[in-house]
């Protein structure tokens, strides 16, 4: 997880009705994050050489208030995996916005390099994001930026017709490893838009990774 601090103003015309921007002290984020799909089930069925694969996607922190409390979760920019089948099922359940792309991963993390790299290929170019592992993975503080990030519990995606989709995502706390050496190597504004591109050539917030776990993500409902 690669995270940048990003003006709120660019991400507005984002925002699902009925939900707002989530800040972290007064400070905005979106995160470019990559990880691995293991033994994936959609609507509890294995697809056949579908239940394996990486996926990297840019997202950002919303929340909604509900009656007892706040609802916090993210939004999607644009997530890419490398089959098309999967970009067309994601698409058609979540109204996400799935793009398929030759992917790869290269996972030393528990080798002595301890390096991590997802790549795709974009417009005949490998793009990448990578990062080294430092120190020993333990649970993020509560207040802690770490926290922040990993702990949203809802997706949102505005739906074609102005409505929302909300579905809620189960996954215990993760722990993280505190990240070094990242470099996201891209097109960002081929891949995500020119508002992305100042952003995400600075210098990330934070960097770390997390140890993830089993997901459950349910079904989605209209707001």
């Given at each position: 997880?690669?995270?940048?601090?990003?003006?709120?103003?660019?991400?507005?015309?984002?925002?699902?009705?009925?939900?707002?921007?989530?800040?972290?002290?007064?400070r905005?984020?979106?995160?470019?994050?990559?990880?691995?799909?293991?033994?994936?089930?959609?609507?509890?069925v294995?697809?056949?050489?579908?239940?394996?694969?990486?996926?990297?996607?840019?997202?950002f922190?919303?929340?909604?208030l509900?009656?007892?409390?706040?609802?916090?979760?993210?939004?999607?920019?644009?997530?890419?995996?490398?089959?098309?089948?999967?970009a067309?099922?994601?698409n058609?359940?979540?109204?996400?916005?799935?793009?398929?792309?030759?992917?790869s991963?290269?996972?030393?993390?528990?080798?002595?390099?301890?390096?991590?790299v997802?790549?795709?290929?974009?417009?005949?170019?490998?793009?990448?994001?990578?990062?080294t592992?430092?120190?020993?993975?333990s649970?993020?503080?509560?207040?802690?930026?770490?926290?922040?990030?990993?702990?949203?519990?809802?997706?949102?995606?505005?739906?074609?017709?102005?409505?929302?989709?909300?579905?809620?995502?189960?996954?215990?706390?993760?722990?993280?490893?505190?990240?070094?050496?990242?470099e996201?190597?891209c097109?960002?504004?081929?891949?995500?838009g020119?508002?992305?591109?100042?952003?995400l050539?600075?210098?990330?917030?934070?960097?770390?990774v997390?140890?993830?776990?089993?997901?459950?993500?349910?079904?989605?409902m209209?707001l």
């Amino acid at each position: 997880m690669a995270n940048y601090e990003i003006d709120p103003a660019v991400l507005e015309p984002l925002v699902p009705r009925g939900t707002e921007i989530d800040l972290w002290h007064g400070r905005c984020f979106v995160s470019v994050v990559g990880f691995q799909f293991l033994n994936t089930r959609v609507l509890g069925v294995a697809v056949p050489f579908h239940r394996n694969f990486e996926e990297v996607n840019l997202r950002f922190y919303v929340r909604r208030l509900v009656e007892g409390g706040v609802r916090r979760g993210v939004v999607f920019v644009k997530e890419v995996v490398p089959r098309r089948v999967l970009a067309w099922v994601a698409n058609a359940l979540y109204n996400e916005k799935y793009v398929a792309l030759p992917m790869s991963c290269e996972d030393h993390a528990m080798d002595a390099s301890r390096r991590l790299v997802y790549g795709w290929r974009l417009d005949g170019r490998w793009c990448r994001l990578g990062m080294t592992l430092a120190g020993e993975a333990s649970l993020p503080e509560e207040a802690s930026e770490e926290a922040f990030i990993t702990e949203h519990y809802w997706g949102y995606t505005g739906q074609r017709d102005g409505s929302t989709l909300e579905y809620r995502v189960e996954h215990p706390r993760w722990k993280v490893w505190r990240a070094v050496d990242t470099e996201l190597v891209c097109d960002v504004a081929a891949l995500y838009g020119e508002r992305f591109a100042p952003c995400l050539s600075a210098r990330p917030s934070s960097s770390f990774v997390a140890d993830g776990s089993a997901i459950v993500v349910r079904r989605g409902m209209g707001l």
